[in-house]
């Protein structure tokens, strides 16, 4: 869930623990409004976890969870 806006993206709660969503991955093309996005329920892949010091969390990309579930294109 998209928990509230920061400088250069969002911050994301996954599975209880925060991360940043920077504003370039929260679409296949980067995003400069992220205010229709606070307050959804939307699916991320976490990229980048700190296990060590898990409040300040990681990095989330919904770019990199579309790109997952899009279908391979080849020309």
């Given at each position: 869930?998209?928990?509230?806006?920061?400088?250069?993206?969002?911050?994301?709660?996954?599975?209880?623990?925060?991360?940043?969503l920077?504003?370039?991955?929260?679409?296949i093309?980067?995003?400069?409004?992220?205010?229709?996005?606070?307050?959804?329920?939307?699916?991320f892949?976490?990229?980048?976890?700190?296990?060590?010091?898990?409040?300040?969390?990681?990095?989330?990309?919904?770019?990199?969870?579309?790109?997952?579930?899009?279908?391979?294109?080849?020309?």
């Amino acid at each position: 869930m998209i928990s509230g806006s920061v400088k250069g993206g969002l911050t994301v709660t996954v599975n209880g623990i925060r991360a940043f969503l920077p504003g370039s991955l929260v679409d296949i093309r980067p995003v400069k409004d992220t205010t229709p996005y606070q307050g959804k329920q939307m699916e991320f892949k976490v990229i980048k976890l700190d296990r060590k010091a898990q409040q300040r969390g990681g990095f989330a990309s919904r770019r990199a969870w579309s790109r997952a579930r899009a279908p391979s294109v080849r020309h």
